[in-house]
């Protein structure tokens, strides 16, 4: 009876540790990743200060970080967009500086053949008001087109939502950015590691 009391216990105590640890992973990606207190808010429209090699006439800025649940999700669905416009909008992959032993290995598992750079004590980040991953940022003649999120959804699993391709279309139609409802610009995902 004993053993059975104990066991019972000890079953109880494990799966209710497994439950927490599950609920916090799964909660801190429903809920808005934390700004910086130095963030510098950069909108649709603003104009940024890149380096003169960002600053061809269209660039696509694509946030990664491979820690990121959310990263590795989205990048499938990052792919894709990559395929269908390489032609059109030069796009680069920022992965920040503090995981540089991951460049290669995010060139070689992707094999994308896009320019992949790492992000010197998170310069562009801050330049372009980023702070969480995955991050997408259409800039048209050193102006922000748009700035947000890739889908409503963390996973990329919603086809109605897919803000950043949807604003990217609109860039290479000529036509203004897309009217998005405010989920498209509340970052969520993982905090980029300079900001932890």
Same mark, same amino acid.
């Given at each position: ?9 000890? #079953?109880?105590?494990? #799966? %209710? ?8 992973? $799964? ?10 207190? *130095? ?27 491979? $820690? ?15 395929? =269908?416009?390489?032609? %059109?909008?030069? &796009? ?5 500086? =503090?995981?540089? *032993? ?12 896009? $320019? ?11 330049? /372009? ?13 050193? =102006?922000?087109?748009? =700035? ?6 963390? &996973? ?6 897919? &803000?950043? $391709? /949807? ?26 590691? %300079?900001?932890?």
């Amino acid at each position: 009876m004993k053993k059975k009391l104990f066991f019972a216990i000890w #079953l109880t105590f494990l #799966l %209710s540790v497994i439950a927490i640890i599950f609920y916090r992973q $799964e909660y801190r990606f429903l809920m808005p990743t934390p700004k910086p207190a *130095d963030l510098k808010e950069i909108n649709q429209g603003d104009s940024v200060s890149l380096e003169k090699a960002y600053s061809s006439q269209r660039v696509y800025f694509h946030f990664y970080n491979s $820690e990121c649940p959310c990263s590795r999700f989205n990048i499938k669905d990052f792919k894709r967009i990559v395929g =269908k416009n390489a032609d %059109s909008v030069k &796009f680069i992959a920022v992965i920040e500086e =503090k995981q540089a *032993d991951k460049l290669e290995e995010f060139r070689e598992k992707y094999d994308l053949g896009i $320019e992949t750079v790492i992000d010197k004590g998170g310069k562009i980040a801050k330049e /372009l008001g980023v702070y969480s991953t995955p991050q997408a940022v259409i800039i048209e003649n050193g =102006k922000v087109f748009y =700035k947000g999120n890739y889908n409503k959804a963390r &996973f990329c699993t919603s086809k109605n939502t897919r &803000f950043a $391709e /949807l604003a990217l279309e609109a860039l290479l139609e000529n036509k203004n950015p897309p009217s998005f409802p405010e989920l498209a610009y509340i970052t969520y995902g993982c905090e980029l590691p %300079s900001n932890q």
